[in-house]
C-alpha cells in the first residue's frame, strides 16, 4: 500500500537557519505529493504541492521538489522565522481511476520549533 | 469564500455515548474527507464522500458512520463511544470527482471520558 515517511523530529532550529524535512513514499501509479502545516490548535493548511515529476511546489518561501528516481518530496526554506514554528505533514495521494477522489496518506508529522 | 467549517469544535462526551460532528465544505466543493487525528495513530482516513455517495472508506469499525446531504454538508456518527476514540476529527473537502487538493477545516476536538 501507499505509505510516507518523514523524517523523525522535533526540529528545533534558530532563527534564519536553513530548514530541510525529508519526505520519502512509496506508491502505485503516480501520485500527487502535498506538504500541509498545522498551527498548535488549528487544522491542516495546504503549504504546496505538486503534482508530476519534476514539478517545485512553493509558497511562503518553502519549496519542494518532486523526484520520482529517489521517491523524495524534501521540504527546503532558506531562512526560517518563529512564526514557521508548527507541524509539518508530508502526503501523497495516488489515484486509481478517474473517478476515485483517493484518500491522503500522510507521514507521522515532524514538529518544527524555531528559537529566536 | 468561507473555508471549511466544522461545528462543533470541542465536544466531551462519556463511554457508551453516541456523537455526531458536523461538516460545512467550502462553497461549490461536492467532496469530503473525514480524517481522525490522534497522538499514537497520527492522522488517518476515515471516509470519504461525493455527491451523497460513500465512495472510499477506511479501515475503522462500524461504529463509524458517515452521510452525506444534497447541499455537499456532510456529518459523521460515532456510537457506543469508547476511550480511545478521544481525538481531533478533521473534514477536508474538494472541489471535482477527482481534485487534487483537500482543504481542511479547523477540526472538532472529542474527548471521552
Known amino acids: 500500500g501507499d505509505s510516507v515517511t518523514q523524517m523523525e523530529g522535533p526540529v528545533t532550529l534558530s532563527e534564519e537557519a536553513f530548514l530541510t524535512i525529508n519526505c520519502t513514499y512509496t506508491a502505485t501509479g503516480y501520485p500527487s505529493l502535498f506538504w500541509y502545516v498545522q498551527y498548535p490548535g488549528e487544522g491542516l493548511q495546504l503549504l504546496l504541492k505538486?503534482?508530476?515529476?519534476?514539478d517545485k511546489g512553493s509558497n511562503k518561501g518553502f519549496e519542494a521538489t518532486y523526484r520520482k528516481e529517489t521517491t523524495s518530496f524534501h521540504l527546503e526554506k532558506g531562512s526560517v522565522q518563529v512564526s514557521d514554528s508548527a507541524v509539518y505533514f508530508c502526503?501523497?495521494?495516488?489515484?486509481?481511476?478517474?473517478?476515485?477522489?483517493?484518500?491522503?496518506?500522510f507521514g507521522t508529522g515532524t514538529r518544527l520549533t524555531i528559537i529566536p | 469564500k468561507a473555508g471549511v467549517t466544522q461545528t462543533p469544535r470541542y465536544l466531551i462526551k462519556t463511554r457508551g455515548q453516541q456523537v455526531t460532528l458536523s461538516c460545512s465544505p467550502i462553497?461549490?466543493?461536492?467532496?469530503v474527507s473525514w480524517y481522525q487525528q490522534t497522538p499514537g495513530q497520527g492522522l488517518q482516513f476515515l471516509f470519504e464522500?461525493?455527491?451523497?455517495?460513500?465512495?472510499n472508506k477506511g479501515n475503522f469499525p462500524g461504529r463509524f458512520s458517515g452521510r452525506q446531504f444534497s447541499n455537499s454538508r456532510s456529518e459523521m456518527n460515532v456510537s457506543t463511544l469508547e476511550l480511545g476514540d478521544s481525538a481531533l476529527y478533521l473534514c477536508?473537502?474538494?472541489?471535482?470527482?477527482?481534485?487534487?487538493?483537500?482543504?481542511f477545516g479547523p477540526g472538532t476536538r472529542l474527548t471521552v471520558l
Open positions: 502526503a501523497l495521494r495516488a489515484f486509481l481511476s478517474n473517478f476515485g477522489n483517493e484518500k491522503l496518506t
Open positions: 505538486a503534482t508530476k515529476a519534476d
Open positions: 464522500y461525493f455527491s451523497e455517495t460513500q465512495r
Open positions: 477536508a473537502s474538494s472541489s471535482t470527482a477527482t481534485a487534487d487538493t483537500q482543504y
Open positions: 462553497s461549490g466543493h461536492r467532496s
